[in-house]
């Protein structure tokens, strides 16, 4: 295989490109049908290269995972904080959200999914999610404290509002619709309504 030639190229730019690389196949592949070769042709480096920057495959996933947390939550606030109705501001905060899992490529969801094997990426895919969820929480608290909303426990409904919608994209992006034929803005629309419903009832 030819390779790049890596001596004019800094270890960050090498190390980056090794992480893209990776990002489109575990997306594709998932995390055990990738190996360190496969990402070291697709960055078109060696796995001698490869293992510079990095000790192994989990360590690449890793620092994907990781990098994830680094995502701004800026646009998210400011949906929250804008001055809409509850069902159009949730139904905002829910395309924002899908739009940060588009954005990932995918590897949000694989992060999800292999979680479950891999107790080190816990953290680093809760904490995404926490960060998500606990904004839309002071949210709801806030309307509750201006009397526009009954007490409630708000830290559940945030978190099965998010978990919910989170796992509707799944299925959505893993079967391509072919089990829920619904387009995502739908979806997000219907998902909104029925928690006002429940707030407001």
Known sequence: METIETGN??????SIRI?????QLFVD???????????????????????RHFKNKEGIFLAITKDLTKHSNSKLESIIESDIPLEEMLFQFGME???????????????IIESKQRSELV????????SIVEILERK?????????LEKNDFF???????ESLIGLFIVQTRLKGDLIP??????????SKVLVNGLQN
């Open 9 to 14: 190229l800094t270890d960050n730019t090498l």
């Open 19 to 23: 992480i893209e690389a990776a990002k």
């Open 29 to 51: 592949h998932g995390f055990k049908g990738t190996t360190t070769k496969m990402i070291a042709k697709e960055a078109n480096v060696n796995e001698a290269t490869l293992f």
């Open 97 to 111: 959200l899908y739009r940060r899992i588009v954005q990932s490529k995918g590897v949000l969801i694989v992060a």
């Open 123 to 130: 953290e680093n895919v809760t904490s995404t999610f926490r």
């Open 140 to 148: 709801l608290v806030r309307l509750h404290d201006e009397k526009k």
């Open 156 to 162: 559940t409904v945030s978190l099965m509002y998010v």
């Open 182 to 191: 619904m387009e995502i803005e739908r979806l997000c629309r219907s998902a």
